[in-house]
T-cell receptor, first 115, second 115 residues
Framework: EAGVTQFPSHSVIEKGQTVTLRCDPI?????LYWYRRVMGKEIKFLLH????????ESGMPNNRFLAERTGGTYSTLKVQPAELEDSGVYFC?????????????FGQGTRLTVV | AQSVAQPEDQVNVAEGNPLTVKCTYS??????LFWYVQYPNRGLQFLLK??????LVKGSYGFEAEFNKSQTSFHLKKPSALVSDSALYFC?????????????FGKGTRLSVIA
């Protein structure tokens, strides 16, 4: 069974440019989460999808971040325009629905560097 | 609000010695607790979880963790460290009345096992 996959693994962009990150969850997992880790800090929650619906987007930093999950399968996270403070590792995770005690499975992350 | 504290940024241990990576938490209700590990250039991998029952939980790669309700701790342990255990370790928590809400992570502890 394929795990959670993220693309690209690394991205270096200039301030002001746009970047789109993609996450393919494990097949059948309705929960999809986006997290971000800035160097040396906590892994912070950004957004939670249940199927195609945004369940919780309280962690999104500002309106430069836009996440979508059309059709309830893969998800994209767009940053437009990117700022220096957006640099970090963006993780995607998925889990089964109604899984309060179910672990989330993580992708390898996308390392974003804004210069 | 839920929170996780990992008081040590770095833990160094000699190969063959026991290791402990500390974690304390704060959550309303009973906690669901998790440990994840990140090896270099890899995503987060699930190690173990505490849901209910026996306070000592055994997980992957010989790791175990002990849930201590009175001390609100969930320290990760291994009786004999290997050089290959060197990685970044994250503790995470989710409250029982949180439904499918996301995990809250600590900032991570870097474990270095020296041969």
């Amino acid at each position: 069974e394929a795990g959670v996959t993220q693309f690209p693994s690394h991205s270096v962009i200039e301030k002001g440019q746009t970047v789109t990150l993609r996450c393919d969850p494990i097949s059948g997992h309705d929960n999809l989460y986006w997290y971000r880790r800035v160097m040396g800090k906590e892994i912070k929650f950004l957004l939670h999808f249940v199927k195609e619906s945004k369940q919780d987007e309280s962690g999104m930093p500002n309106n430069r971040f836009l996440a979508e999950r059309t059709g309830g399968t893969y998800s994209t996270l767009k940053v437009q325009p990117a700022e220096l403070e957006d640099s970090g590792v963006y993780f995607c995770a998925s889990s089964q629905l109604d899984g309060t005690n179910t672990e989330a499975f993580f992708g390898q992350g996308t390392r974003l560097t804004v210069v | 609000a839920q929170s996780v504290a990992q008081p040590e940024d770095q833990v160094n241990v000699a190969e063959g010695n026991p290791l402990t990576v500390k974690c304390t938490y704060s959550v309303s209700g009973n906690p669901y607790l998790f440990w994840y590990v990140q090896y270099p250039n890899r995503g987060l991998q699930f190690l173990l979880k505490y849901i209910t029952g026996d306070n000592l939980v055994k997980g992957s790669y010989g790791f175990e963790a002990e849930f201590n309700k009175s001390q609100t701790s969930f320290h990760l342990k291994k009786p004999s460290a290997l050089v290959s255990d060197s990685a970044l370790y994250f503790c995470a928590v989710r409250g029982t009345n949180s439904g499918n809400t996301p995990l809250v992570f600590g900032k991570g502890t870097r474990l270095s096992v020296i041969a």
